[in-house]
């Protein structure tokens, strides 16, 4: 919550008569994206006023405390600041649908280059061979050329081998995303029962691309936090209070924790704040003035709000919850902040009410990283309270404090380890004459038509000088459950994780270091501050500079002998050895974002496993998704909960909205939503990665089929005279695309999946094969191509062969041409059906169901359009009565159908098996283990029946082996699947991925890539 106030001038305004007669003018700053900047002048009754931030409603804004306002409209439409942030709608489409259209283009090239084929064949025997017929096979009226006759038989031809361009393909691609957006709805995993809030498939349409994301940007507070502060620790006077000590004082180790301290003393105590170090209790009895100094500093130096529903029962309406949290603690240990007006705040002391006297706020801000207030106590005394980042505030101390300073500094050490954010606190007595001077040159200051905030600033940064230390804060900003986890398995997956946050640059290195996101263990943290286009240029040079050295120094004395262009920089620079993370404000990044840095920015950040952003405008966080799409072709997801994150949300391939605390408009503007930032690992990792397995094996199967469908006519318009004549007859081809073969792809389209949910979730490194594309490419698309022209072959040529010889039962010659096309349709039903059972991974009765079904309809279709009843009814249409009867009858046909498929799926098989065991994938040998697994099982449910003879008697319940307790202890089983995944990174399919993935992220040139680089190294 902010605070907006009024001006004191108008204030006085609120009835409609006085307002009526308002004839002020207000000369401000030009439209812009500044959220937390606006200086204007109110120029009135012949007096000008000056008007800040403070003063502004910005759109978007809820009024809270106050039942109404009368405003001025300063900026309107898209000149608001809001507007200004917002990136424009753009329609979102996967780099599958962008692939698919591509290959449709090509398809149809491909279709009309067989119709010129064609029609040049039909031409040519027109003219060679057709001639000599004219007698009993004339040309049709109108065609009196060969040439003509091609022209005619083009068109024909383009008509009957259209079903090679899948039109049906996109119909079946939306009903199979529907289905897996259906599955993200229904999953109950991904369910909030506290909220009550399901996981919600906004889009249809990118659900395969959340199997493809390599970059996270993510908001901070609500996102990764709960947006919930907790008062934890506290130094005061050089005493640390916080720690949880057992009953003889010492420090209690974890699930050793007492009761709370007890505040029943306290009517106003908030009934849900909890603090476990009862000294600092007995402090404030004892009657301490540091500790009564220290509570009452947080009591007063703060813009919280109060509210009083009823006696004794306070609601405190905070900025930020940081500022609620400690007033909160203030409240419960004595120091109870009651209520304020603009000029006073009363607060009660150990039950004891006192008003002082607000003199000034000095408003915090990123530069100050500060907030004081002036205030003077009732016996006259001005005192200024001071709270702000121990960077700034450890500088402006008096001298005297040194050796207090040094062990509050260490304090505040161990609190930021622990991953707290603190506050320093101090306090400054003033005199009268020095303030009332002062206060005369702050209103000066304040009413300056040109630079008004650098004269404000230095006085402000006059009175903070020489300050006493109190003690300092650590507030815990509770991430959300799961956090760490998630982070840690999208790490190993190899998802670069960036944080784009408002926060300022402590706060959100803090949570970097609390999600596991910083270790002590980094190499370097990279803190990029730099105010001009110099500095920030050569920061980001000198962080470049260091990865580099520190790689070479690493590689046993071998260096690059050939300087690095610019366009391989970043494919070594990712490839360097040692972890890194780069912290980069705003105001360093405005200028990083320029066109002519951007690249040294982007190459510097990619080579980082950590990349943090603080005090970032919700333009800039879009503008860095931007960047990343631009050079690194890779998918982004974009995931935040509040306003200032729609338009990073919008901007990336795939937006995640959180539905928080902060309401719902990142929920609205996003893709995908949910309540909890853990649930993004079972998104991307279970639904993701089988939403890109699934349509990748859909779109294989699905160009497979047609080609293999349609190339039987390509081959028989060499053996009919290239006449248009079609091998199938015409209903089979009306029926084979929407009865035969549709349901059961859309089954495993819909349904299919490698290896189970926790498996997905074991081993992150299965997400592999989506970043990198190999499941569905232009290769895929040609290798499934190929399989189809080849299965046209042979379904063309062994019937063809049989039948140029063969003959009935009864000795009569078999080769007729109703004969031929059962033969060949019944030989393609069955060929892709073994085939789609073959592509099936995971069976399921649904699966059983379409695939033998279609097969049986098949044959009952078949068998009703040879029926008698039918040429009764239609005699015109169904006229070869009983030929499918008498052709499958002949075992010569069930011989030529099943050699067929034996040599159509064969070297599928063949193919299949050589590669499972020479070089597996890494989830061939998941489903592996996961088998040796069930057998071990099955095994040991043997040996426990047999050993359950003799005694029943035992005093020890459990079946654990030896060594498993030093195991959990040694914290090894932790790591998540590590040992797993180690343990396959010996075998060849442990390498082959990161060989791919070197190879998509270098250059063209064989030269620029990191593989090739390292071969050179190695020749030096």
Same mark, same amino acid.
């Not at 007698?135 to 065609?143: C, M, N, Q, S, T």
């Not at 290769?779 to 399989?787: H, L, N, V």
């Not at 030929?883 to 193919?911: D, K, R, S």
């Given at each position: 919550m902010k605070v907006r106030q009024a001006i004191p001038v108008t204030s006085e305004l609120g009835d409609t008569s006085k307002l009526a007669g308002f004839d002020g003018e207000v000369i401000c700053e030009p439209p812009n994206n500044k959220l937390d900047k606006f200086g204007g002048t109110l120029y009135w009754k012949e007096n000008k006023y000056p008007l800040s931030n403070q003063n502004m409603l910005l759109r978007g804004c809820v009024l809270r405390n106050t039942e109404w306002c009368f405003g001025l409209v300063i900026f309107a439409g898209p000149d608001t600041k809001l507007m200004q942030n917002s990136g424009r709608t753009k329609f979102k489409r996967t780099s599958i649908d962008r692939l698919m259209n591509t290959l449709v283009l090509w398809i149809f090239g491909? +279709?009309?280059?067989?119709?010129?084929?064609?029609?040049?064949?039909?031409?040519?025997?027109?003219?060679?061979?057709? %001639?000599? =017929?004219?007698?009993?096979?004339?040309?049709?009226?109108?065609?009196?050329?060969?040439?003509?006759?091609?022209?005619?038989?083009?068109?024909?031809?383009?008509?009957?081998?259209?079903t090679v361009v899948p039109i049906s393909l996109y119909v079946s691609v939306e009903v199979i995303r529907l289905g897996h957006s259906y599955f993200i709805n229904w999953d109950k995993k991904m369910y909030c029962a506290k909220r009550r809030t399901p996981a919600e498939a906004r889009t249809t349409? /990118?659900?395969?691309?959340?199997?493809?994301?390599?970059?996270? =940007?993510?908001?901070?507070? $609500?996102?990764?936090?709960?947006?919930?502060?907790? =008062?934890?620790?506290?130094?005061?006077?050089?005493?640390?209070?916080?720690?949880?000590?057992?009953?003889l004082g010492h420090k209690a180790e974890l699930g050793e924790r007492p009761e709370p301290v007890d505040f029943s003393f306290n009517p106003l105590a908030d009934p849900r704040f909890q603090f476990w170090d009862p000294s600092l209790l007995e402090a404030i009895k004892l009657g301490d003035p540091h500790v009564h100094e220290f509570f009452r500093l947080l009591s007063l130096c703060h813009t919280v709000m109060s509210e009083e529903k009823s006696e004794g029962e306070l609601y405190y309406k905070a900025q930020s919850p940081d500022e609620g949290a400690l007033v909160t603690a203030a409240r419960n240990f004595g120091f109870v902040f009651r209520s304020r007006t603009p000029k006073t705040i009363t607060v009660h002391e150990l039950g004891r009410a006192i008003t002082y006297q607000l003199l000034a706020i000095l408003d915090f801000n990123n530069i100050r990283k500060r907030m004081s207030v002036i205030v003077r106590s009732p016996e006259g005394k001005i005192r200024l309270y001071c709270k702000g980042a121990d960077t700034i505030l450890l500088e402006r101390l008096h001298p005297v404090n040194q050796d207090l300073t040094n062990v509050t500094t260490d304090h /505040?050490?161990?609190?930021?380890?622990?991953?707290?954010?603190?506050?320093?606190?101090?306090?400054?007595?003033?005199?009268?004459?020095?303030?009332?001077?002062?206060?005369?040159?702050?209103?000066?200051?304040?009413?300056?038509?040109?630079?008004?905030?650098?004269?404000?600033?230095?006085?402000?940064?006059?009175? @903070?000088? *020489?300050?006493?230390?109190?003690?300092?804060?650590?507030?815990?900003?509770?991430?959300?459950?799961?956090?760490?986890?998630?982070?840690?398995?999208?790490?190993?997956a190899n998802i670069k994780i960036w944080v784009l946050t408002g926060d300022k640059q402590e706060t959100a290195v803090n949570i970097g270091y609390s999600c596991k996101m910083l270790t002590d263990d980094m190499t370097e943290v990279f803190v990029v501050t730099g105010h001009t286009v110099l500095e920030v240029r050569e920061e980001l040079r000198k962080a470049r500079e260091k990865m580099m050295d520190a790689s070479r120094s690493i590689s046993n004395g071998f260096s690059y002998q050939e300087k690095l262009s610019s366009s391989k920089l970043t494919s070594v620079l990712e490839a360097i050895a040692g972890e890194y993370a780069l912290v980069i404000n705003g105001h360093s990044l405005a200028h990083a974002l320029e066109a002519d840095m951007e690249v040294e920015f982007l190459e510097t950040a990619c080579a980082c496993k950590a990349v943090i952003c603080c005090r970032v405008t919700p333009l800039q966080k879009a503008q860095v998704v931007e960047l990343v799409k631009k050079y690194k072709k890779a998918v982004t997801l974009?995931? $935040?909960?509040?306003?200032?994150?729609?338009?990073?949300?919008?901007?990336?391939?795939?937006? %995640?909205?959180?539905?928080?605390? @902060?309401?719902?408009?990142? %929920?609205?503007?996003?893709?995908?939503?949910?309540?909890?930032?853990?649930?993004?690992?079972? +998104?991307?990792?279970?639904?993701?990665?089988?939403?890109?397995?699934?349509?990748?094996?859909?779109?294989?199967?699905?160009?497979?089929?047609?080609?293999?469908?349609?190339?039987?006519?390509?081959?028989? $318009? #060499? #053996?009919?005279?290239?006449?248009?004549?079609?091998?199938?007859?015409?209903?089979?081809?009306?029926?084979?695309?929407i009865v035969y073969t549709s349901l059961p792809v859309l089954a495993m389209g819909v349904f299919d999946q *490698?290896?189970?949910?926790?498996?997905s979730m074991e081993y992150p490194k299965l997400y592999e094969p989506g970043q990198l594309n190999l499941l569905f490419n232009k290769?895929?698309?040609?290798?499934?191509?190929?399989?189809g022209i080849y299965t046209s072959v042979l379904m063309f040529f062994i019937p063809y062969g049989v039948f140029a010889d063969a003959t009935r039962d009864d000795g009569a010659q078999l080769a007729d041409y109703q004969s031929f096309a059962v033969t060949v349709a019944t030989s393609l039903v069955i060929v892709v059906s073994v085939q789609i059972g073959l592509d099936t991974g995971f069976w399921t009765a649904i699966n059983h169901f379409f695939i033998w079904g279609s097969l049986a309809t098949y044959f009952a279709i078949l068998f009703a359009m040879h029926s008698d009843g039918l040429f009764q009814m239609f005699p015109?249409?169904?006229?070869?009565?009983?030929?499918?009867?008498?052709?499958?009858?002949?075992?010569?046909?069930?011989?030529?159908?099943? /050699?067929?498929? %034996?040599?159509?799926?064969?070297?599928?098989?063949?193919?299949?098996?050589?590669?499972?065991?020479?070089?597996?994938?890494?989830? *061939?040998?998941?489903?592996y283990t996961q088998l040796v697994r069930k057998k071990q099982k099955t095994q040991h449910r043997c040996m426990r029946r047999a050993g359950r003879v003799g005694s029943r008697r035992s005093g020890y319940a459990f079946s654990h082996q030896e060594g498993f307790g030093e195991l959990i202890m040694s914290g090894k089983n932790m790591r998540l699947s590590s040992l797993a995944l180690s343990s396959f990174s010996a075998r060849p399919s442990a390498g082959w991925i990161e060989t791919l993935r070197k190879k998509k992220g270098s250059d063209s040139s064989t030269a620029g890539s990191p593989s090739s680089a390292a071969s050179k190294t190695l020749k030096v």
């Open positions: 491909f +279709l009309v280059c067989m119709g010129v084929i064609l029609a040049i064949g039909n031409a040519i025997w027109e003219h060679e061979v057709g %001639v000599c =017929f004219q007698i009993y096979l004339p040309w049709d009226e109108g065609v009196h050329s060969a040439f003509f006759s091609g022209f005619l038989s083009f068109w024909s031809y383009i008509i009957i081998l259209n349409t /990118l659900n395969e691309e959340l199997g493809q994301v390599e970059y996270i =940007f993510s908001d901070k507070t $609500g996102t990764l936090t709960q947006n919930i502060m907790v =008062f934890s620790k506290c130094s005061v006077n050089g005493h640390s209070y916080g720690d949880v000590q057992d009953m /505040l050490n161990e609190y930021a380890g622990e991953g707290l954010r603190t506050l320093v606190l101090a306090y400054k007595d003033l005199e009268e004459s020095y303030y009332e001077e002062w206060s005369e040159r702050l209103r000066r200051a304040s009413s300056a038509p040109e630079a008004r905030e650098d004269r404000l600033a230095q006085l402000y940064d006059e009175v @903070e000088h *020489d300050m006493m230390l109190l003690g300092a804060t650590a507030i815990e900003d509770k991430l959300q459950q799961g956090v760490p986890e998630t982070i840690a398995i999208l790490t190993l974009a995931i $935040g909960d509040g306003a200032n994150d729609v338009s990073m949300i919008k901007t990336a391939h795939i937006g %995640v909205g959180i539905s928080g605390q @902060e309401g719902i408009q990142a %929920v609205l503007a996003s893709d995908y939503s949910f309540s909890q930032f853990k649930f993004l690992q079972r +998104l991307l990792l279970v639904h993701g990665r089988w939403s890109y397995l699934r349509m990748c094996k859909f779109l294989c199967y699905f160009f497979y089929k047609n080609f293999a469908f349609t190339m039987v006519h390509f081959w028989f $318009g #060499f #053996f009919c005279g290239f006449s248009a004549q079609t091998v199938y007859d015409q209903y089979f081809i009306t029926l084979y695309n *490698d290896v189970p949910e926790q498996r290769r895929e698309f040609f290798i499934c191509i190929a399989q015109n249409q169904f006229r070869f009565v009983g030929n499918a009867q008498n052709t499958l009858a002949q075992p010569t046909v069930w011989l030529t159908i099943a /050699l067929t498929t %034996v040599v159509c799926i064969m070297p599928v098989v063949a193919f299949r098996f050589l590669k499972l065991d020479l070089k597996p994938e890494l989830s *061939d040998t998941v489903r």
